[in-house]
Every structure is written in structure tokens, then in C-alpha cells.
T-cell receptor, first 116, second 114 residues
Framework: GAGVSQSPSNKVTEKGKDVELRCDPI?????LYWYRQSLGQGLEFLIY????????KSGLPSDRFSAERTGGSVSTLTIQRTQQEDSAVYLC??????????????FGPGTRLTVT | AQKVTQAQTEISVVEKEDVTLDCVYE???????LFWYKQPPSGELVFLIR??????QNEISGRYSWNFQKSTSSFNFTITASQVVDSAVYFC???????????FGTGTSLTVIP
């Protein structure tokens, strides 16, 4: 079946502009994660959605970052007033969360964001 | 604190050699999960294994094996008879029992030289 898809694959924006990154998780996966991967770094957790529960936003680096998940499916990560340090690859992952145990995550190809 | 440390930044081996990737973790949770992911040059992370804290049995899957030792808080990954296709960045990750957050290490870049 279809995996996790993300769009756009690449985004170049000017400092100060807002950007929206989209994630389509695997159908039926209730858990959705956003991560940021900077060059040569590990994955930095940003936000987690589980079903209709309130999201865990504890990883968002500043109030310029926000995310929503509509209808328990598609998610959008918004970065307002982008800064050069926001340049990174933004990864989305989904997981079948049928129990209390975290399951394997399926990752999308990522969106490479470059802020000039 | 929840933390994963992969001390090896880069490793190069010659094809057919065995290689072990180290992973050390810190957690306050009594129930937790450990993972390994592979990120090939194409970029997409691929799940390799999940281990829960109550199962210390080592696991073998083909040329891959994992050694989980709670006494040393380590979850090491060994590739036997490495192949060029094994070249990738490998990430170790930790999650508590709520699954809210995953803590990834900084990754180990493995290069297998033909």
C-alpha cells in the first residue's frame, strides 16, 4: 500500500516568510510524528498526534512553529517568520498505535527546507 | 533524562567484515522501547527492530543481530559479513511506554568498502 507522503519535497523560502509542510500518513495509522533533521544531526522530535487526543507539542522549538492534523489524517506543519536556522529536513512518520506500546514508525521522504 | 548516545560518528569497513554499532541509552522509565532505523543514501528511514525493556533476548535476523543488555543500558547492533548495500546512517532510538516521544541518537554513518 501507499507509504507516508510529504509535500513539497523541497522548499526554498526567504527569511521572514511563512511556510506550510504537508504530511499524508498511512491510512489507518493513528499516531503521527514530526521531526527535524539538521545536517549531520539526529532526529529532533517536534510534535506528536495520537487520534483525537490533544497533541504533544513539547518538542516545538518556538511559538513560530505550529501543527495541526485534520480529521485524524493529513497533518500540516507551519513555520511562521522563517529564520535561517530553520533550514533542515522535516520528516513525518506515522505509526499504528493499537496498544499502549509504541510501534514502528513509517517515515516519509521528508521536506528539505532552505531559508535564504 | 531520556537520551540515546551513539558514540561512533562514522565507521568504515571492508566488505565481508563484521561491524558493531554501539547504542547506549538513559531513561527513567521502567517500561521502554528501543529501536534501530536505517537511513540509506536515498534518505527515507527504514525500521529494523523494536525491543521492549522486558525482553533481553538477543535477536538475529539474517546478517543482523542485536544485543540488548539492561545492565549496561546498551542495545548494540551487529552486521555480519557486511555488504556495500549496508552503507547507510543507522539510528538508535528510545521511547517510553506512552509512545509520545522518540529520542533518537545522532546516528552512525557506516561505509562498506567493496
Amino acid at each position: 500500500g501507499a507509504g507516508v507522503s510529504q509535500s513539497p519535497s523541497n522548499k526554498v523560502t526567504e527569511k521572514g516568510k511563512d511556510v506550510e509542510l504537508r504530511c499524508d500518513p498511512i491510512s489507518g495509522h493513528t499516531a503521527l510524528y514530526w521531526y527535524r533533521q539538521s545536517l549531520g544531526q539526529g532526529l529532533e522530535f517536534l510534535i506528536y498526534f495520537q487520534g483525537n487526543s490533544a497533541p504533544d507539542k513539547s518538542g516545538l522549538p518556538s511559538d513560530r512553529f505550529s501543527a495541526e492534523r485534520t480529521g485524524g489524517s493529513v497533518s500540516t506543519l507551519t513555520i511562521q517568520r522563517t529564520q535561517q536556522e530553520d533550514s533542515a529536513v522535516y520528516l513525518c512518520a506515522s505509526s499504528l498505535y493499537g496498544s499502549q506500546a509504541p510501534g514502528e514508525q513509517y517515515f516519509g521522504p521528508g521536506t528539505r527546507l532552505t531559508v535564504t | 533524562a531520556q537520551k540515546v548516545t551513539q558514540a561512533q560518528t562514522e565507521i568504515s569497513v571492508v566488505e565481508k567484515e563484521d561491524v558493531t554499532l554501539d547504542c547506549v541509552y538513559e531513561t527513567r522509565d521502567t517500561t521502554y522501547y528501543l529501536f534501530w532505523y536505517k537511513q540509506p543514501p536515498s534518505g527515507e528511514l527504514v525500521f529494523l527492530i523494536r525491543r521492549n525493556s522486558f525482553d533481553e533476548q538477543n535477536e538475529i535476523s539474517g546478517r543482523y543481530s542485536w544485543n540488548f543488555q539492561k545492565s549496561t543500558s546498551s542495545f548494540n547492533f551487529t552486521i555480519t559479513a557486511s555488504q556495500v548495500v549496508d552503507s547507510a546512517v543507522y539510528f538508535c532510538a528510545l521511547s517510553g511506554n506512552t509512545g509520545n516521544q522518540f529520542y533518537f541518537g545522532t546516528g552512525t554513518s557506516l561505509t562498506v568498502i567493496p
